[in-house]
């Protein structure tokens, strides 16, 4: 019963937040978004088609995509280490992937790059970096520890931040300037082309998900409850940290280094659910779709017609919420 | 007719301004009478002191390069930034970062002035240690740019030459300007990056484009944004129906071919070719240095048709 009304209850947040970024403008109410242009696309003026079609709806879903997916990276994250600090932000992997692409176009290997080669190097970046801070926190027999998972956060983060910066000061500014951009955080313009294969890709990984949804949670159990019930642990890790990478690349690809999404959406989807796999997988890819949703359209609105990186909003809410957690855990711990 | 009455009183005002200006260009440069010593007072409020004019200068923004060379002391820089290109003959100057100076590379020139633009008042001060004097100049307006002309032209003993300038500077604007009030004020677009196209960089308040867009009749888009440059959604850009367009070009390719390119931005990739300052006279329009007149008047000509062809 709870699982159907919350079911309910997220897919209305995230009309609800459809809504209000469709109908809500920079130009002192202006353009006014209706759900009749919608029939009548012939009969509606310039301005707005360019709303609906170019503007504010393919934002809306990529801010849609990019929220499930940073979401569901990071509830896998969270299910696979065991731990509810992780997010592909805070272990680096989201900072492996902006690296690699910093140096891709620093670089400038292909200049004129197509949309979807980003994507590509950002998903070796991740992975690399992924792969990197799993070694780390390995501690002894293999388990993944707090401390190991947050330090190898650091580290990585650390490294890859001072390439980037290298990268921007060594290389010409006007080259980059996109680039400097984008690493603050923020849904730019994507072709729909781009946001259909995304979102196939983010569907899939959700489906992927969902079909192994009961070897997660016998992961959760631990590795005598896991083999048990016939879980090959180290086999389910690895495949679940390349497709966090994955989610994660796709994140970085459409809106650059996005934080906390991965971090507060599992969380409050557990508080509410309890820690049953199956339920917080569409809950909180639903509902990270509508968090960061609802973070772009404050970001647009909240100085309009001044726009901000809805990454500083990001971080600005998932901050303290972070606090809290790490300050939760060390208490348990003791 | 409250428009109208609008007009006369920011006309008013301009013309106040400058005349009010005219008066400060000597104040801020106190030429000491005994021998070729001069003194300055920088936009940083700080003194400059020279007991002679400088003969080995280092000129760190293009603006200060191209006031250099307007007042004849062209020859005298021994180092200039990568981002100036104008007059041609810099080309052949020594180039070096405008933005990240190391004091001690300036300071193998041996120079006896250095002039920026983008104070770091830390690295000021490694270069005061080295004995080398420091102006900075940071020209928001017409007025300061004027200003600057003065000051730099005292420095490097052309203070003649420079008041002569500075005064052109004044009495052509007034002059354009004045024209440019005449008629109905009509929206620009400044792009100053368009990378992202969903939330392009743009001036706004403070900004030295953005006066200049006043003084030749016209509103910049950017005007209500809350600072002098921004990222700006591109719905404001375009329900604001933008009639001329400023485009900097920070690559080869960009410019009025780009926003072709760009999908929802038809209105403005329609506007026709005289109703776009891009190319080389962009840079005129965002760089404050002596050639902002032509600047002014590039853009009062795609603003004002009937005025092509016969502003002065």
């Known amino acids: 019963m709870r699982g159907k009304v919350s079911y309910l209850i997220a897919f209305i947040i995230l009309l609800l937040a459809c809504w209000l970024a469709m109908g809500l403008g920079s130009h002192q109410g202006q353009i006014r978004f209706d759900a009749a242009w919608l029939f009548q696309l012939d009969q509606a003026d310039e301005l707005q088609r360019n709303v609906l079609l170019i503007w504010r709806g393919p934002r809306v879903i990529a801010a849609l995509l990019v929220g499930a997916a940073l979401a569901m990276a990071g509830l896998l994250l969270q299910g696979v280490t065991r731990n509810p600090l992780a997010d592909p932000y805070l272990l680096g992997i989201s900072g492996g992937a902006g690296l690699a692409v910093v140096l891709f176009r620093g670089l400038a290997i292909f200049q004129g790059a197509d949309w979807w080669l980003t994507p590509i190097v950002a998903l070796l970046g991740a992975t690399l970096a992924n792969f990197a801070v799993l070694y780390l926190s390995r501690g002894s027999g293999g388990r993944v520890t707090v401390l190991g998972l947050i330090l190898g956060g650091v580290v990585i983060n650390a490294f890859c931040a001072a390439l980037m910066s290298f990268m921007l000061a060594r290389f010409d500014p006007f080259h980059l300037r996109v680039t400097t951009l984008w690493l603050a955080g923020g849904i730019s313009f994507a072709p729909w082309t781009q946001l259909l294969v995304v979102g196939a890709f983010v569907f899939a990984a959700w489906l992927y998900l969902r079909m192994r949804a009961h070897q997660l949670n016998a992961f959760a159990l631990g590795g005598a409850g896991a083999k048990s019930v016939g879980v090959d642990s180290e086999r389910l890790l690895l495949r679940s940290a390349l497709l966090a990478s994955f989610l994660a690349a796709i994140g970085v690809s459409l809106a650059g280094l996005l934080g906390y999404v991965g971090l507060i959406v599992p969380h409050v989807v557990r508080l509410v659910v309890g820690r049953d796999f199956r339920r917080t997988l569409t809950l909180s890819a639903v509902l990270g779709a509508s968090l960061l949703l609802l973070a772009d359209t404050a970001a647009r609105l909240a100085f309009a017609p001044e726009e901000l990186p809805v990454g500083v909003l990001t971080a600005i809410m998932g901050c303290p919420v972070l606090l809290i957690l790490l300050r939760a855990q060390l208490k348990g711990k003791r | ?312």
């Open chain 2, 1 to 312: 007719m409250l428009y109208n009455f609008q007009r006369t009183v920011l006309v008013g005002l301009l013309l106040v301004q400058f005349t009010a200006c005219r008066s400060n260009d000597r104040s801020a440069v106190r030429a000491q009478s005994n021998g070729e010593s001069v003194q300055i007072v920088d936009d940083l409020g700080q003194q400059v002191k020279l007991a002679k004019p400088a003969r080995r200068i280092v000129a760190l923004s293009p603006s200060n390069v191209e006031i250099l060379f307007a007042v004849g002391c062209g020859e005298r820089v021994v180092l200039r930034d990568k981002l100036s290109n104008y007059p041609p003959q810099v080309e052949k100057i020594d180039a070096t970062d405008g933005f990240r100076l190391s004091a001690e590379h300036i300071a193998g020139y041996s120079p006896d002035l250095v002039l920026l633009s983008h104070a770091d008042l830390s690295r000021i001060a490694a270069l005061r240690a080295l004995g080398i004097a420091v102006a900075s100049f940071d020209p928001r307006s017409v007025q300061q740019v004027a200003r600057n002309i003065v000051a730099v032209g005292a420095l490097c003993g052309a203070r003649k030459k420079a008041l002569g300038l500075a005064a052109k500077l004044r009495s052509d604007v007034q002059n354009l300007s004045r024209m440019a009030q005449a008629f109905q004020r009509k929206m620009v677009y400044v792009e100053l990056d368009g990378s992202d196209p969903l939330k392009p960089w743009t001036a706004g308040p403070g900004s030295f484009v953005q006066q200049l867009i006043n003084l030749a009749g016209g509103k910049n888009v950017g005007h209500r944004l809350s600072r002098p440059y921004a990222q700006i959604s591109v719905e404001e850009v375009i329900a604001s129906k933008p009639q001329v367009a400023v485009l900097t070009v920070s690559k080869p390719g960009s410019g009025k071919e780009v926003l072709a390119k760009r999908p929802g931005w038809t209105l403005l990739a329609s506007l026709p070719r005289e109703q776009v300052v891009d190319d080389s006279r962009a840079p005129l329009l965002t760089r404050p240095g002596p050639r902002l007149v032509q600047g002014l008047r590039a853009l009062i000509e795609a603003l004002h048709p009937q005025l092509r062809g016969r502003v002065p």
